[in-house]
Nanobody, 124 residues
Framework: QVRLVESGGASVETGGSLGLSCAAS????????MAWFRQAPGKEREGVAG???????RSIESVKGRFTISRDDATNTLYLQMNNLKPEDTGVYYC??????????????????WGKGTRVTVSS
């Protein structure tokens, strides 16, 4: 059984930075993709950034140049470094693992495993 636990969420002011982590326990094939999603109040969950086993990375336009996704397969940990945060980045951030390539995972939200989320609040 795979378990994903996110951490690092907090309340920050506009322009601040946060680093999120997702610790995965259980066996995850290195060929699987991993991704970060977020859900703002009253909105659908959206894919933010994903990473394939080969290191290929993709992120949504609104976070490019501000967010960086990375993974450490040795420790089964996924990271999301978020800089220059904006109020529209507010939401609950979820970690996900899927067998699809991360571009499809981001688009379909068809993940095998989900974490329970960590809350990020950006005040203006």
């Amino acid at each position: 059984q795979v378990r994903l636990v996110e951490s690092g969420g907090a309340s920050v002011e506009t322009g601040g930075s946060l680093g999120l982590s997702c610790a995965a326990s259980g066996y995850i094939p290195t060929s699987y993709s991993m991704a970060w999603f977020r859900q703002a109040p009253g909105k659908e969950r959206e894919g933010v950034a994903g990473i394939n086993f080969d290191g290929d990375i993709r992120s949504i336009e609104s976070v490019k140049g501000r967010f960086t996704i990375s993974r450490d397969d040795a420790t089964n940990t996924l990271y999301l470094q978020m800089n220059n945060l904006k109020p529209e980045d507010t939401g609950v951030y979820y970690c996900a693992v899927g067998y699809r390539p991360m571009a499809e995972l981001l688009r379909t939200r068809d993940a095998l495993y989900w974490g329970k989320g960590t809350r990020v609040t950006v005040s203006s």
